[in-house]
Structures are given as C-alpha cells and as structure tokens.
C-alpha cells in the first residue's frame, strides 16, 4: 500500500531534474510556487519566488527568465497540488507549495508559501527545545498527567493525574492550523478574551532577540515543528514551560508556571 510520504517521494523524485536542471536548484534553499485558479477551476502558478538564496544570484535570474521556463509552469502546478493532498491541505487554502531543498541535495515539499525561518531561530533552536523538556519536567506533573481544561480567561490550565487536579497559572502563546499551516499568536486571535490576548502580547513583547521577526509578526505560514521552536524560544525567554496541545484542527500552544 503507498503511504502519503512515499508518493511525496515519487513525486519529488520526478521533479527535481527540473528542480536541477532548468530552476537552478544549486543556488537556493526554497522555492516558492504560488498558485491560482483560472476562471474554467485548473490551477496555474501565478509567481514563482526563491527563498535562502545560498548560491550565484545571477544563476536565479537566468533560470527564471529562460524561455523554456513557462513551459515547466503547468508541471509545477500539478505537483503542488498533488503534494498538498498528501498532508489533507487544500492548495487553494494555503496558496501554494514550498520546495525545500537540503543539505544533501535532496528535495522536500511542505504545503504553502513557508519562507525559511529566521537564521537566529536555527542558532537558538537546540537550546530553546531542550529548555522545553526540562522546564515542562520540572512542573512535577507526573508521566500521567492530562491536561483537562484551559481557561483563557483566569489564565488556568488544570492537569489531571489519576484522582488528583492540579491548576497552572498558563498565557495562551498562539495556535497552529494545520488546514492552512499558520501559527497565529493568541494577541491576533480575535476568538479570545481581551486578558488572554493582553498577556500573551506582553510576553512577545518582552522577547528579547528582535532578530526572530517571526515573533513579531502576527500570523505566519511556517510549519508545525518551527511553531513549536518558536514557542519554545519564547518560553525560554520568560522562564516559562512551554507546552503543546494537539486539537482536532491544530495544535494550541500554552506557557506554564506553578501555582
């Protein structure tokens, strides 16, 4: 049976010779496809946009305004949305399709425009993550605890562990949409008590390191596990403990501090 992640693979496999070849992989990080549909519904690419430029410029431009390259438009047009199936995304919801090339010359697809996190969120990254597993096990929680309830409001969030609750002073950071792949900080979520929204913008406020724009931006396209870094750095920052919490639709991102 073909799992999603092994047609990615055949798909991406297919492409990157034009990915190589005629889109001048070797001289960026990211390319971003933007998409948009045409008045009979088929899909067209309506701009092509390189992200983590990491080679000659001059390569780019070229590869861009080749005459053969139009040509490639409708192939890119089909991956992308082929790709976007894979993760249950709608490309007409997220606009496009991301793809990342690596280290090894190997290329990934991530739905949406996702241009590459800021360079001092890769530098800060290790810390940041391992500052989340050791400040999340230092709240005592226990391995079976469950978290049963958050209220915006009293910024609470109450952890069940067998027949004993434990309530946690919490700011609610932000959501990731997995429908369109965005982390939304909570102080831009319209759906939130105004308290909720005020705290979480006072502890991105106090964010120290202006160079991670993505903290100062209000909805971003990014995807899942740079959310969590992020909520991560800023945890960090505050002495907080950052958790996860996957919902239906995304995953919500809280900071704790015992009561």
Same mark, same amino acid.
């Given at each position: 049976?073909?799992?999603?992640a092994d047609?990615?693979r055949?798909?991406l496999t297919?492409?990157?010779?034009?990915l190589?070849?005629?889109l001048?992989?070797?001289?960026?990080?990211? *390319?971003l496809?933007?998409?948009?549909r045409?008045d009979d519904?088929?899909?067209?690419?309506?701009?092509?946009?390189?992200?983590?430029v990491?080679?000659?410029e001059?390569?780019?431009e070229?590869?861009m305004?080749?005459?053969?390259?139009?040509s *490639?438009?409708?192939?890119?047009?089909t991956a992308? #949305?082929a790709l976007?199936? @894979?993760?249950?995304?709608d490309?007409?919801?997220? =606009?496009?399709?991301?793809?990342?090339?690596?280290?090894?010359?190997a290329?990934?697809h991530?739905p949406?425009?996702?241009?590459?996190p800021s &360079? &001092?969120v890769?530098?800060?990254a290790?810390a940041? *993550?391992a500052?989340a597993?050791?400040s999340?096990a230092?709240?005592?929680l226990?391995?079976?605890?469950?978290?049963?309830?958050v209220d915006?409001?009293?910024?609470v969030?109450?952890?069940?562990? =067998?027949? &004993?609750?434990?309530?946690?002073r919490c700011?609610?950071?932000?959501?990731?949409a997995?429908?369109?792949?965005t982390?939304?900080?909570?102080h831009?979520?319209?759906?939130l008590?105004?308290?909720?929204?005020?705290?979480c913008h006072?502890?991105?406020d106090a964010f120290?390191?202006r160079?991670?724009?993505?903290?100062? @931006?209000?909805?971003?396209?990014t995807d #899942?596990r740079?959310?969590?870094t992020l &909520?991560?750095?800023v945890a960090?920052d505050?002495r907080?403990?950052p958790?996860?919490?996957r919902q239906?639709?995304?995953?919500?991102f809280?900071?704790? #501090?015992a009561?």
């Amino acid at each position: 049976m073909t799992t999603d992640a092994d047609f990615r693979r055949e798909v991406l496999t297919e492409l990157a010779p034009v990915l190589r070849e005629a889109l001048a992989s070797h001289a960026w990080g990211r *390319l971003l496809v933007h998409t948009a549909r045409r008045d009979d519904g088929s899909l067209r690419v309506s701009d092509l946009e390189v992200d983590d430029v990491i080679g000659p410029e001059a390569d780019i431009e070229r590869a861009m305004g080749a005459p053969d390259t139009p040509s *490639l438009l409708p192939v890119l047009a089909t991956a992308v #949305e082929a790709l976007a199936s @894979t993760w249950s995304v709608d490309v007409d919801d997220v =606009g496009g399709g991301t793809f990342v090339r690596d280290d090894e010359g190997a290329f990934h697809h991530l739905p949406g425009l996702v241009r590459a996190p800021s &360079a &001092a969120v890769d530098l800060r990254a290790a810390a940041a *993550l391992a500052w989340a597993s050791s400040s999340f096990a230092g709240l005592g929680l226990g391995e079976d605890a469950t978290l049963v309830e958050v209220d915006p409001e009293r910024a609470v969030a109450v952890w069940q562990s =067998g027949d &004993a609750r434990r309530e946690l002073r919490c700011v609610v950071l932000g959501t990731f949409a997995r429908a369109s792949w965005t982390l939304v900080w909570a102080h831009a979520n319209p759906s939130l008590p105004e308290a909720a929204r005020a705290r979480c913008h006072e502890a991105l406020d106090a964010f120290t390191d202006r160079a991670v724009w993505e903290v100062s @931006t209000p909805q971003l396209a990014t995807d #899942e596990r740079t959310a969590w870094t992020l &909520a991560a750095l800023v945890a960090e920052d505050a002495r907080l403990a950052p958790v996860a919490v996957r919902q239906e639709q995304g995953t919500l991102f809280l900071l704790l #501090e015992a009561a």
